[in-house]
């Protein structure tokens, strides 16, 4: 080496490690003829390396520009240190450090590589439904602990054999220190259960599964974050069986099909779509359905959508080779309750559902969900996050205190603040079991753990029966910041987007709780991080029956009724009466009118369901936002104008009336008007409506920013048509990306306004 020897140490951290990283930085350096070392440590990657300048420049150069798929970097940090007497460069021992802030990989698909050899009859993990590498393979739902190492994940139990462990000791193999790396002579295998039969192993019980699936039965499926239930989607009876079982009634049930190839077969795509899909996250995607198909019509009834993945684990790729166009993969549960993931469990809960249990014997330690997208004007959209993208963090403007923020009632995440990251957790589910409550718990506990936060201050809602409002009431010793539904909505559009200061935030969903005493849902608020003012909010009405009025649409519509034409709209010649007996819609409007089990609502969710009932869509759902999808799916492509619409000012604040549209609706369903027609001129009428109004916010105040959130915003042509709007009358618009525009991604907006909350109370 030249005499201008020198040395750096570089500190690189973000999601470097059980990524092949310090392979490839041994590699790297390598190259180079650089000398030194590299390890992993609590934070991240430390590498110290000699050599000549001009190769240490290019080698950090390198370090980014060439970093592992998997590799996520945030930071790196270079300075010059005294060369010391090295002559080689090692990977060395990871190191335990102070204040561990190490990022985790999230469970991702089998790599090209290892799907090549898992294919191919001469290699020797050919058929072996857990090959894996240091690109590809679980990873947070096999860990326990940080540093990522192998006894700290549910390998623990598999002893190598020699071969698995000297592609582990070699930095040059691509299986280089892979925790989970395995082969069928030392690794985990499946076995099939089948009540009254003998059990099957390995391959064998690969092939009985595929010959059980091709007969129509059900058979659950231990997958990579939990037990999916299995059942050929091509056949109708087997998945009328299914949906009975499972007592799920319309919700639509995913689909796995092979390859691009077959889903064309089924559904339409288009570039964008199969960039996600095939993407190394492989979520589920809504794929609109080509017509006609062969997938069974209970697959996902009255709805125009399929929600299509392509297989992301290699025991996947083994039973699809079969010759499925498709399975139908649903989570493994009854109903509502968490996907079983344990095995005991599993033979318990799903026993009376499935036929066969296709187990194996690597266990998941938390349970991770498969996550949903939508993609729309290219932009992907999140429904439900949770595998592929969990747990890497949302990254915030700036340093925020540690915060454990308990989310929302249904479709619950958790958030923990830490520095300038937000740790959305994985889909958690409806906490209205015990269950759910259970995961809830672990999955708090799991994180803390994991990301080592602990956290100073507690964040809920401000439902007093919501249990995770009771759990961080429970939690004994934090202040706790109870944030308010909608509040934390826009803060959560804020936070994604890096906003600071005030926004117009417009917070639309079926329910939050308002401090009011009225359930809150059409929400217009002057908003910043740690406060809000109520700026308009759509007119209050009756919700019969309460949580009734959320199971049966046509409550609504009769209370938007009532409301419009008080008794006068019994005469009303509209066909939704006719569907109406006189007497359960007179109950309603007294119940309304008394004020008994009729809670007020300013829900705009509640509007599209009203309207969709008024319409005759339907009288009651099945899931929440049921009627609301079907409003959009039936919507007319061409121009119907609109209806008329406005707001009075009460109490510096804006009421915005109802009164004018149901009006206006009732006037076409008289006149013979298509559902189709009326559904196009409700959706521009609320993108003409907002714009307006927000634009008289913004010559009051001068804010042009903003912010959208809440579930109604999975309506994708509501949410489009409206952006396009507000940005053609000059504001800048912010949506979410990378949390669910739903409650789903409330927890986020949770822990960043109940830190500023908390600031400025300080
Ligand atoms: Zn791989
Ligand atoms: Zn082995
Ligand atoms: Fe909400």
């Known amino acids: 080496m030249s005499e201008a020897l020198t040395a750096k140490r570089v500190r690189v951290c973000g999601i470097v490690q059980g990524v092949g990283f310090r392979p490839f930085i041994f590699q790297l350096a390598e190259e180079r003829h650089l000398h030194g070392h590299v390890a992993n440590t609590s934070s991240g990657v430390d590498i110290h390396v000699e050599g000549e ?17 998997l590799a996520q970097i945030t930071t790196i940090e270079s300075r010059r240190v005294a060369p010391g007497p090295c002559s080689e460069f090692k990977i060395i021992p990871s190191r335990q450090e102070e204040g561990r802030s190490t990022l985790i990989s999230p469970d991702v698909s089998i790599c090209a590589d290892c799907l090549n050899e898992l294919r191919d009859p001469q290699d020797r993990r050919f058929g072996y439904p857990f090959i894996n590498c240091t690109n590809c393979g679980p990873r947070y739902t096999i860990i326990d602990d940080v540093p990522y190492d192998r006894p700290k994940t549910s390998m623990r139990h598999f002893r190598m054999c020699p071969a698995c462990q000297t592609e582990y000791d070699n930095p040059r193999d691509r299986r280089f220190h892979a925790q989970p790396n395995a082969c069928d002579d030392c690794g985990p295998h499946v076995a099939l259960e089948v009540p009254g039969g003998d059990v099957r192993q390995g391959a064998e019980a690969v092939t009985a599964t595929a010959r059980l699936l091709a007969d129509g039965k059900i058979v659950a499926i231990k997958g990579l974050g939990g037990y999916h239930l299995a059942v050929d989607a091509t056949n109708d009876a087997a998945v009328a069986r299914l949906r009975r079982r499972k007592q799920r009634e319309e919700k639509p049930l995913a689909l796995m099909a092979p390859d691009l190839e077959t889903i064309r077969t089924f559904a339409h795509l288009d570039a964008d779509e199969v960039e996600v899909l095939a993407s190394p996250q492989r979520p589920i995607v809504l794929l609109r359905k080509r017509r006609p198909n062969t997938i069974a019509p209970a697959v996902s009834p009255r709805n125009a959508w399929f929600g299509v993945m392509l297989p992301y684990a290699p025991l996947h790729y083994v039973l699809l080779a079969h010759g499925f166009t498709a399975l139908v993969m649903t989570s493994g549960n009854l109903s509502e309750e968490p996907i079983a993931i344990a095995n005991g469990d599993a033979r318990e809960r799903l026993a009376p559902i499935a036929d066969a249990l296709l187990v194996h014997d690597r266990e998941i330690l938390l349970r991770c969900d498969d996550s949903i997208v939508r ?63 259970a995961f809830f718990q672990a999955t708090i506990d799991h994180l803390q753990r994991i990301l080592d936060i602990t956290p100073e201050i507690l964040a809920c809602d ?14 004994d010793g934090l202040p706790l910041v109870q944030v308010q539904h909608h509040h934390a909505h826009v803060v959560s559009t804020m936070a994604e987007n890096h906003l600071e200061g005030q926004v117009i935030g417009l917070a639309f969903d079926g329910t939050g709780y308002g401090p009011d005493g009225t359930v809150w849902g059409g929400e217009v608020l002057i908003a910043e991080a740690g406060a809000y003012e109520r700026a308009a909010y759509l007119t209050p009405v009756p919700m019969p029956g309460s949580a009734a009025a959320i199971k049966e649409p046509w409550r609504m519509a009769v209370s938007y009724l009532a409301h419009t034409f008080d008794d006068r709209f019994y005469d009303l010649d509209i066909p939704f009466l006719a569907t109406v007996e006189r007497r359960r819609a007179e109950v309603l409007v007294t119940m309304g009118r008394q004020g008994l089990n009729a809670p007020l609502t300013s829900s705009l969710g509640r509007l599209f369901d009203g309207i969709a009932a008024l319409i005759g869509l339907r009288h009651q759902v099945a899931f929440e936002g049921q009627a609301a999808m079907e409003l959009e799916m039936t919507i007319a492509a061409e121009d119907a104008g609109l209806y008329d619409y406005g707001w009075k000012t009460v109490d510096a604040s804006r009421r915005i009336e109802i009164a004018p549209i149901i009006e206006g609706v009732v006037a076409d369903l008289a006149r013979g008007v298509s559902g189709a027609r009326i559904s196009r001129r409700f959706h521009a009428t609320l993108s003409a409506l907002f714009t307006a109004l927000c634009d008289e916010l913004r010559s009051q105040t001068g804010i042009d920013r903003v912010a959208l959130s809440g579930g109604v915003f999975q309506n994708a042509v509501f949410s489009t048509e409206l952006a396009r709007r507000l940005e053609q009358s000059g504001f800048r618009v912010y949506t979410q990306r990378l949390v669910p525009a739903n409650d789903g991604g409330l927890s986020l907006g949770q822990a960043v306004a109940a830190a500023a909350i908390w600031s400025r109370q300080a």
């Open 53 to 69: 300048p001009s190769q240490i420049e290019a080698f950090i150069d390198a370090i980014s520009a060439q970093a592992p798929p």
């Open 375 to 437: 993609k729309t004007d290219g932009v992907t959209r999140f429904l439900r996050r949770a595998r592929g993208f969990v747990p890497v963090p949302v990254f915030l403007r700036r340093r925020q205190p540690s915060v454990l923020a308990c989310g929302a009632e249904l479709k619950n995440t958790v958030c923990l603040l830490k520095e300038n990251r937000a740790f959305v957790s994985q889909h958690i589910g409806d906490l209205e079991n015990l269950a759910t409550y």
């Open 462 to 475: 401000m439902h007093p029966d919501y249990l995770s409002t009771r759990y961080a009431r429970e939690r």
